[in-house]
């Protein structure tokens, strides 16, 4: 029988995957007003590129600092290749883009990889987990949490303390001020592309150490955490990761409490149950948490 503790350390530790996502999502949306679909396919980049490079024998820190450098590259790669040729062009347009650059990246990856199930290798055994009373908290867990909080904190310390931190919330507000302002917006854009690609590749990787492992199929995780976007507020990087958070932690526990109570219908209702909650968020507050109503001015 799971208790409470338990299952809220393994609802921050999914949660903490859909907060590194979603805030993907939120910061390519504020640079670029560019909704990246293709992301999910950066996710399991990531996670696949970590399997190679542990299996060259690459110490496993240093492995999972390649594979997200390597995974912010291709995120840039996309960018500048692809996507800044459409500046100006209809949002349906982008959107269409990226979802394209998604299909082949996913090929891509089949074609490099195969279609087999890989299992994540970590510096421990998978199944290791530390004892709390009558809480069994596996390492997997607490080193996704752990790892996700440090490097959301750094990149929001960056963000607020940092001269590029201030020019990337001044080309979120503003574009062509910044520009006038003589702030390299193309270097923006690549910071904030690289930084989400990175953060992908982060959640993909420990997505892989969980039950999922690692296969083509893993960046649809990112639809998962799509929720956290609409919830935190489209705008909003510190609301996607809270939302992100939240969100986690009621799947894990409508799977625990809710699921068993309805029946056949209860059959896996704990992955759409953060559908459910967006739609209610839609209804009621279609801004989300910490989104702001734009006002227009005639």
Not at 224 to 230: G, K, S, T
Request: aromatic share 12%; net charge positive; hydrophobic share 60%.
């Amino acid at each position: 029988m799971f208790t409470f503790l338990q299952l809220l350390v393994s609802g921050l530790a999914i949660g903490s995957v859909y907060a590194l996502v979603a805030l993907g999502f939120v910061v390519v949306y504020r640079a670029s007003q560019v909704f990246n679909f293709a992301h999910g396919e950066l996710l399991t980049f990531g996670a696949f590129i970590m399997v190679t490079f542990t299996g060259l024998g690459l110490w496993w820190p240093l492995a999972l600092v390649a594979s997200m450098v390597a995974t912010g590259l291709v995120s840039v790669l996309m960018e500048r290749v692809f996507l800044r040729p459409m500046v100006g062009r209809p949002v349906f347009v982008t959107i269409i883009l990226t979802i394209f650059l998604g299909l082949i990246l996913r090929i891509a990856i089949m074609a490099t990889w195969g279609t087999d199930v890989r299992g994540m290798p970590t510096p421990w055994d998978t199944s290791a987990a530390l004892r709390l009373g009558e809480a069994s908290i596996l390492y997997n867990s607490v080193a996704a949490i752990v790892a996700s909080g440090v490097v959301l904190a750094l990149f929001f310390a960056m963000i607020k303390y940092t001269r590029l931190g201030i020019a990337m919330r001044a080309t979120a507000s503003d574009q062509e001020v910044a520009l006038a302002l003589g702030i390299p917006v193309g270097k923006i854009f690549g910071v904030t592309w690289f930084s989400a690609g990175a953060m992908a590749a982060l959640g993909g990787i420990f997505l892989g150490m969980f039950p999922r492992q690692v296969e083509p199929t893993l960046g649809y995780i990112a639809l998962r955490a799509f929720p956290a976007v609409i919830v935190g507020g489209l705008e909003s990087p510190g609301g996607a990761v809270i939302a992100g958070l939240l969100l986690g932690v009621l799947e894990v526990l409508s799977q625990a409490y809710i699921n068993p109570h309805l029946g056949a219908f209860g059959h896996n209702f704990h992955a759409v149950f953060p559908y459910v909650v967006m739609i209610v968020f839609l209804i009621v507050r279609p801004h989300g948490m910490f989104g702001q109503k734009d006002v227009e001015r005639v």
